[in-house]
């Protein structure tokens, strides 16, 4: 069975890093590209950008380059997504999904994270 | 940047069908996926290329595209059906992965 379990929940400070997880299982972890999707509270879905395992090429939304990085650990079918400096409007439920072809077919449950002082 | 225009909601009585629209310039000439995501819960991908349905996505979930429209329907709407969808393509000219706006089903 195709599984993606991100982290836990997050409650951090403004100016704080972070770093969350979505891990892999029950499909080669390197055959499909890991896309991250946004959603803050009460709107919609926003693609924040997609990562190749194999070699950790990415691929960002451009209001999301330079403000997250994202990477993986091909040995653990883990992928990351951090913050250096967390603000108040990082605070959404973030999603990774696995593409296939050009849809996400399996999606990880989802780490809320919220950034208040 | 290419943009999917939804209707925030439609509503629809049990048994009925709810057609849920996704518009954009030629827009057929993409393909379309559907997701469905419940109160508190991560989406879940209904519809891919147009009209195909993953394993365990119920017949009463099919969709068209063409022209400026592609088309989410759901027929004999049940309760459980109640839910945002959204529909999303990939933008070749851009190399960027786009969602609609999202449309809430309410299930009267």
């Known amino acids: 069975e195709v599984q993606l379990v991100q982290s836990g929940t997050e409650v951090k400070k403004p100016g704080e890093s972070l770093k969350i997880s979505c891990k892999g299982s029950?499909?080669?972890?390197?055959?499909?590209?890991i896309g991250w999707v946004r959603q803050m509270p009460g709107k919609g879905l926003e693609w924040m950008g997609i990562?190749?395992?194999?070699?950790?090429?990415?691929r960002y939304r451009p209001s999301f380059q330079g403000q997250v990085t994202f990477s993986a650990d091909k040995s653990m079918s883990t992928a990351y997504l951090q913050w250096s400096s967390l603000k108040a409007s990082d605070t959404a439920m973030y999603y990774c999904a696995r593409r296939n072809n050009s849809s996400f077919d399996y999606w990880g449950q989802g780490t809320l994270v919220t950034v208040s002082s | 940047s290419y943009v999917l225009t939804q209707p925030p909601s439609v509503s629809v009585a049990p048994g009925k069908t709810a057609r849920i629209t996704c518009g954009a310039n030629n827009i057929g000439s993409k393909s379309v996926h559907w997701y469905q995501q419940k109160p508190d819960q991560a989406p879940v991908l209904v519809i891919y290329y147009d009209t195909d349905r993953p394993s365990g996505i119920p017949e009463r979930f099919s969709g068209s595209n063409s022209g400026n429209t592609a088309t989410l329907t759901i027929t004999r709407v049940e309760a459980g059906d109640e839910a945002d969808y959204y529909c999303q393509v990939w933008d070749g000219s851009s190399d960027l992965y786009v969602f609609g706006t999202g449309t809430k089903v309410t299930v009267l």
């Open positions: 029950g499909y080669s972890f390197t055959t499909y590209w």
């Open positions: 990562l190749y395992p194999v070699d950790s090429y990415t």
